[in-house]
């Protein structure tokens, strides 16, 4: 597989329902939302730490087992510099304003979950079939853009892993 480097677009849809194969991924892709401007410098992908717990020897003092309790959580992140009002309550709730005034925020801390979907310049896609979607304004460059950070979380769809690394190049 190609590395996955630097990033070339981003999606956003419908959290996935099916299996993903090539015919799924196509299908969503057709259905997405395209992000057309990530900030310069602002997009992350990346996976915490395992919680674990060392169970020490003590007549050594070194470890003698480790127990990964609980897998770090995968995320990808992303500042939107440029973005409609439909894509601000698509991504952080609330609702537009008559007229096309502008965003109105949530009264609560709204529940958004969508497939999130990162294409790198070497032409691999980063999965997230279903992610919990938190956004914020993120000022960058003196610019108030929307902060988001995809969570990819357990679909509780048969045999739809939280996250895929798929080559590109098998896709389309």
Same mark, same amino acid.
Not at 14 to 25: E, G
Not at 68 to 76: A, F, N, P, S
């Given at each position: 597989?190609?590395?996955? @480097?630097?990033?070339?677009?981003?999606?956003? %849809?419908?959290?996935?329902?099916?299996?993903?194969?090539?015919?799924?991924?196509?299908?969503?892709?057709?259905?997405?939302?395209?992000?057309?401007?990530?900030?310069? %410098?602002?997009?992350?992908? $990346?996976?915490?730490?395992?919680? &674990?717990?060392?169970? @020490?020897?003590?007549?050594?003092?070194?470890?003698?087992?480790?127990?990964?309790?609980?897998?770090?959580?995968?995320?990808?992140? @992303?500042?939107?510099?440029?973005?409609?009002? &439909?894509?601000?309550?698509?991504?952080?709730?609330?609702?537009?304003?008559?007229?096309?005034l502008?965003?109105?925020?949530?009264?609560?801390?709204?529940?958004?979950e969508?497939?999130?979907?990162?294409?790198?310049?070497?032409?691999n896609?980063?999965?997230?079939?279903?992610?919990? @979607?938190?956004?914020?304004?993120?000022?960058?460059?003196?610019?108030? %853009?929307l902060?988001?950070t995809?969570?990819?979380?357990?679909?509780?769809?048969?045999g739809?892993?939280? $996250?895929?690394?798929?080559?590109?190049?098998?896709?389309?």
């Amino acid at each position: 597989m190609k590395p996955f @480097i630097g990033l070339k677009a981003v999606y956003y %849809g419908d959290v996935m329902k099916v299996a993903l194969t090539k015919q799924a991924l196509t299908t969503w892709l057709g259905t997405a939302k395209k992000i057309e401007n990530v900030h310069e %410098g602002t997009w992350r992908y $990346e996976q915490e730490d395992a919680t &674990e717990t060392e169970y @020490i020897n003590e007549l050594t003092g070194e470890p003698y087992f480790i127990d990964q309790e609980k897998k770090g959580k995968k995320t990808m992140s @992303i500042t939107i510099g440029e973005y409609d009002v &439909e894509t601000r309550v698509a991504l952080a709730g609330g609702k537009a304003l008559d007229a096309g005034l502008g965003w109105e925020a949530p009264a609560d801390i709204p529940v958004i979950e969508k497939c999130f979907v990162g294409l790198t310049k070497t032409g691999n896609y980063i999965v997230f079939p279903k992610a919990s @979607i938190k956004a914020k304004a993120d000022t960058q460059n003196k610019n108030v %853009g929307l902060g988001i950070t995809a969570t990819a979380m357990a679909t509780g769809v048969s045999g739809l892993q939280s $996250e895929y690394l798929i080559d590109g190049s098998k896709v389309g």
